[in-house]
């Protein structure tokens, strides 16, 4: 079966790299031909692994990125590694940053409803599984195993890019990307919810 | 990026949901990002004005000579452009932003990434189609992925070659949301053409089949632009719905299915050493199962069920602050009506 890309992926495959020029030279329309064919992947990837406030995240990513472009050197393929490259580190900090509030017993007003949800018989007949199921579905997975499928199928860099990335070998990344993608077309998931 | 190692589960729902098409939801924040990008722009656009000036600022930088403080201002962008481009020129090999002397090639490569960029937007199928570029014969060629509107059942394919006969009328129909959280409301939009020219004027109704019932019913109406289109709001969704759009004359649209997110709240109240968390759910029915888990570590455990009274609300009864705070989770079980919906909270530590 023929891979399947989105709409902007398919327009963008052939001129993001116009687009990063142009951005690079002040033109908004190229900045925005970028934030826009990889803001929904960055916002994907960081619902895995960006804690309870990916957009913020994916805001700080962004303005690192603003910030840095001129300086940055490479075509659209280094500026994705260094996009998700910048976000891995601002979601490592805002984890850290999290894990020092204090917590409270506090009803969540809605935030996860849209999140984290699993698919009934009855919904997968109706439609296809979505995107919002398949994340939550990824999260039940080990957080270094969820991270390798993130960058590899979500972010959609290569097998050396995430290996590079997460600091570890292409074998290595292939070998946990199927692992767990094996383990998750098994039965959505390992054995996150255990009946005592 | 090539997909070899990922080609054994290319089929598989998951795979295919992560890599969906984009939501518009994706795309909220827009304007705060194209705001981030304009700050950063004032230092930029100055610079490339004064490398315009091109010989000045060389003349500028026989006279500065390269100081220590030179370099060290270069890297701060503190110094005139012209100055800047002699400094960049001395230390191009160190890691530092392109120089503006680099700015024409610049400009050149992006003259033809973006000449690069058009002759792939051609091959990239969109609606309406672009004129070819050249009036001499080319090579056809297969248009890239889009997300198409849903056809109707009764559209014929596309055919590469012409197809003589008269086109049967045909609606596409589209939904703004295939999730929408209870009380959400949709947009079906549309469009009812014969071939490739509009039907404008023709009265449209958006129809709804509840989840459980049999029989569809309209809830919304409204008639053709002159360019064909509608664009209709379903009433409040309470439940899962299957919608589509049907003409006066008995032209039916494809369906398309939207299920609705039930929303959860949690309250406590002491009792003892205890708390008792109520949860309520809005869009949940009598019966329906709830589903307590505790994290230990990166797992959740399932330790209680429940299931909604007639006021819609369940209770769990957990132990009060301890040695370390405590995560929860209550999940509602999906039933054919609606889908399944969480909400977490946490019992602090002492």
């Known amino acids: 079966m023929p891979r399947q890309r989105s709409t902007q992926e398919a327009v963008l495959e052939g001129d993001l790299d116009a687009a990063l020029l142009r951005a690079q030279a002040g033109d908004e329309a190229g900045f925005l031909t970028l934030w826009r064919a990889l803001q929904p992947m960055l916002l994907r990837f960081l619902r895995v692994y960006g804690g309870d406030a990916p957009e913020d995240v994916a805001s700080d990513t962004w303005l690192q990125v603003v910030r840095d472009l001129q300086g940055f050197k490479g075509d659209a393929t280094d500026f994705r590694r260094w996009l998700f490259t910048i976000a891995r580190h601002r979601a490592i900090d805002a984890g850290r940053s999290r894990a020092r509030r204090p917590l409270a017993l506090v009803a969540d007003t809605g935030s996860l409803d849209d999140r984290r949800h699993e698919p009934s018989a009855e919904e997968q007949v109706m439609a296809r599984m979505s995107t919002d199921d398949a994340l939550a579905t990824l999260r039940t997975l080990p957080a270094a195993q969820a991270e390798l499928v993130a960058l590899r199928v979500l972010a959609d860099l290569d097998v050396a890019t995430v290996a590079g990335i997460v600091g570890s070998t292409p074998g290595a990344v292939r070998v946990g990307v199927h692992r767990a993608l094996r383990t998750l077309a098994q039965g959505h998931g390992p054995k996150a919810v255990q009946v005592p | ?350």
């Open chain 2, 1 to 350: 990026m090539s997909d070899d190692d990922l080609t054994p589960f290319l089929d598989d729902p998951l795979v295919q949901a992560l890599r969906a098409p984009v939501q518009e939801h994706e795309l909220a924040g827009e304007d705060a990002a194209l705001s981030m990008f304009r700050q950063s722009l004032p230092a930029r656009r100055r610079r490339r004005a004064i490398t315009r000036a091109g010989v000045t600022g060389a003349g500028i930088i026989l006279g500065l000579g390269l100081s220590g403080g030179v370099a060290a201002a270069y890297t701060t962008d503190a110094l005139p452009d012209p100055v800047q481009n002699a400094v960049h020129a001395a230390l191009d090999p160190l890691p530092l932003p392109a120089p503006p002397t680099a700015h024409a090639r610049h400009l050149r490569q992006v003259a033809r990434a973006e000449r690069r960029a058009e002759r792939a937007a051609a091959r990239v199928a969109t609606h309406p189609p672009s004129p070819p570029a050249r009036s001499g014969p080319r090579p056809s060629r297969t248009p890239a992925a889009v997300v198409p509107p849903v056809q109707s059942n009764t559209q014929p394919r596309p055919s590469a070659s012409p197809t003589p006969a008269a086109p049967k009328p045909s609606m596409t129909v589209a939904v703004s949301a295939a999730r929408v959280p209870v009380h959400g409301q949709v947009v079906l939009a549309g469009r009812l053409t014969r071939g490739t020219e509009p039907l404008p004027g023709h009265t449209i109704y958006a129809a709804e089949l509840p989840a459980g019932e049999s029989t569809w019913r309209r809830v919304s109406s409204g008639q053709t632009g002159s360019d064909g289109t509608i664009s209709l709001t379903v009433p409040p969704l309470t439940r899962n719905v299957r919608l589509r759009l049907v003409t006066a004359q008995g032209l039916v649209s494809r369906q398309v299915a939207v299920v609705v997110v039930p929303k959860l709240t949690a309250t406590s109240a002491r009792s003892g050493n205890e708390r008792v968390v109520t949860i309520h759910a809005d869009g949940g029915r009598p019966g329906d199962e709830l589903v307590l888990l505790r994290r230990d570590g990166t797992a959740w455990t399932r330790i209680a069920s429940s299931s909604l009274a007639s006021d819609s609300t369940g209770q769990f009864v957990v132990p009060g602050p301890g040695a370390a705070p405590v995560h929860y989770l209550v999940r509602l079980v999906a039933t054919a009506r609606h889908t399944a919906s969480l909400v977490q909270f946490a019992v602090p530590a002492r």
